[in-house]
């Protein structure tokens, strides 16, 4: 069982970046999936929730209006679209896939950095 992001990397505010998760060793249909970030010295935030349907998505305000939140169940794969990335935004971010308290998968984390 694994979830893999990728899609990060260096970009300057204002810029986008598509985080990808990837899960391999089970169904993502049945699962909750959320975009999680944690920066140097804090801890983890959730910035993105959608619901194993589909039909609702979940934003903090610090991202609302910029990130979205997608998924594809039939390529097994979440996304993180977030556009208009300010410096703040900068840390790594980590695909979940929740099913209950005691079933639920992490992945590795990818890093984001905005930067100029």
């Known amino acids: 069982v694994q979830l893999v992001e990728s899609g990060g990397g260096l970009v300057q505010p204002g810029g986008s970046l598509r985080l990808s998760c990837a899960a391999s060793?089970?169904?993502?249909?049945?699962?909750?999936m959320r975009w999680y970030r944690q920066a140097p010295g804090k801890g983890r935030e959730l910035v993105a929730a959608?619901?194993?349907?589909?039909?609702?998505?979940n934003y903090p305000d610090s991202v609302k209006g910029r990130f979205t939140i997608s998924r594809d169940n039939a390529q097994n794969r979440a996304y993180l679209q977030m556009n208009s990335l300010k410096p703040e935004d900068t840390a790594v971010y980590y695909c979940?896939?929740?099913?209950?308290?005691?079933?639920?998968?992490w992945g590795q984390g990818t890093q984001v950095t905005v930067s100029s």
């Open positions: 959608i619901t194993s349907a589909g039909d609702s998505t």
């Open positions: 060793g089970f169904a993502i249909s049945g699962y909750h």
């Open positions: 979940h896939a929740y099913w209950s308290p005691i079933l639920h998968y």
